[in-house]
């Protein structure tokens, strides 16, 4: 198949990303709550499943919109119909909400019906018209469909629910090598991808600016975390993605579910805790775990996509680890003060920020008379041999 070209990102997508973190933040807020002092697990289960679908949604507009030939009447008309109905999907969850009801499994068909048919209405013989594309949204919107038939917390029903959730989100994955690679358009994905995760963090920002009103000292300081956050996320993106990589965009978009997951939560779980609704010990564990999840994911994300000249050594990994470690350590000490914890999280931020910076997005020039590390050395002695 010849290579298209990639459609320039325009305002209908800016609008797009923007009401869609809107979407998502609302899920985060309406199903994670908590219980006895802590995250309830449920809803973590329901915001992860949630969240899984509204990525999927987003994800293949992604798609769709860097691939598909533009035709701006019938993408304005499937625009305003998937936000309406992805709006409508967050009014019908709710707090403590027990299992899917038939309007959250109906609206989640018919988003993926209709998906499934603007792929094949406006894809005619381009790189969106693929088996890849259309088949798991059709799969996923029948299955969905059939789970209404089942009602209420009936265990069958969900089942059916999370099957049809779980098609459309890994069918494009799977089904990758039948994607040709020349349509990739990594820049454009990653470009849409970069806009989303930013505004993603503003609106974890916006979870807790109600106490920044008194300047109280926690929502500051998780204000200041956050932004160290968004700087280890833009330095990544900025000084070690390759833009130019013909690489395939779908781990980019996999791996990025998680990173918006955790963002959202991190901004839920420190609301919760300053609003007196989770001990300072378990929201001290949510918090390291989030940390750790984030990294991972950042990590992965730059080793996959990185570009020459970066240092991803193991060496370079073994920092992060040691001082993921120490602030673990730090916070079982302060873990019944929650302003103490939130320093010590700003810091390890802000050394981690500083070392990817550092030493492994600008590596010092190493010159021949200078002694090497162990690591080095071994590596050039096994080259020799």
């Not at 994670?32 to 994800?59: E, H, K, P, Q």
Request: overall charge neutral; hydrophobic content about 50%.
């Amino acid at each position: 198949m010849a290579q298209s070209k990639a459609r320039p990102l325009g305002m209908s997508a800016v609008f797009y990303d923007i009401i869609f973190t809107f979407v998502i933040d609302r899920l985060a807020r309406s199903l994670l709550y908590a219980n006895r002092g802590t995250i309830d697990w449920r809803s973590c289960v329901s915001f992860g499943l949630m969240a899984l679908c509204s990525w999927t949604v987003w994800t293949y507009q992604v798609i769709y919109a860097s691939r598909a030939p533009a035709r701006p009447l019938l993408d304005s008309l499937y625009l305003a119909l998937n936000l309406f109905l992805s709006i409508y999907l967050t009014t019908t969850i709710g707090v403590w909400t027990v299992a899917p009801t038939i309007s959250t499994k109906l609206s989640t068909a018919l988003l993926f019906f209709s998906l499934a048919s603007q792929y094949w209405l406006n894809g005619r013989g381009s790189a969106v018209k693929q088996p890849a594309f259309i088949v798991p949204l059709l799969l996923g919107g029948v299955i969905a469909c059939f789970a209404t038939i089942v009602p209420g917390p009936a265990m069958g029903g969900q089942i059916l629910y999370v099957i049809g959730i779980l098609i459309p989100a890994g069918g494009p994955w799977l089904l990758r090598n039948r994607i040709p690679e020349t349509n990739s358009h990594f820049r454009a994905i990653s470009t849409r991808i970069t806009l989303f995760t930013v505004l993603l963090f503003a609106r974890s920002v916006m979870q807790v600016t109600d106490s920044l009103a008194n300047l109280e000292l926690q929502p500051v300081l998780f204000f200041v975390s956050t932004v160290l956050m968004l700087a280890s996320y833009l330095l990544v993106v900025e000084l070690g993605i390759d833009a130019h990589t013909k690489q395939s965009s779908m781990f980019a978009l996999l791996i990025h579910m998680p990173l918006m997951a955790t963002i959202l939560m991190m901004a839920n779980v420190t609301r919760l805790f300053i609003n007196g609704r989770i001990i300072p010990v378990n929201f001290a564990i949510w918090m390291i775990i989030l940390l750790a999840i984030y990294t991972v994911a950042l990590a992965l994300y730059l080793l996959v996509y990185q570009r020459d000249g970066l240092d991803t050594s193991l060496k370079r990994g073994r920092f992060f680890v040691i001082a993921l470690l120490c602030f673990t350590l730090y916070g079982v000490v302060t873990v019944n003060i929650g302003a103490l914890f939130l320093m010590g999280m700003c810091a390890y931020l802000f050394a981690c920020d500083l070392f990817l910076w550092q030493f492994v997005l600008n590596p010092p020039q190493v010159s021949d008379d200078e002694p090497q590390d162990e690591d080095d050395a071994n590596k050039n002695n096994h080259d020799s041999e």
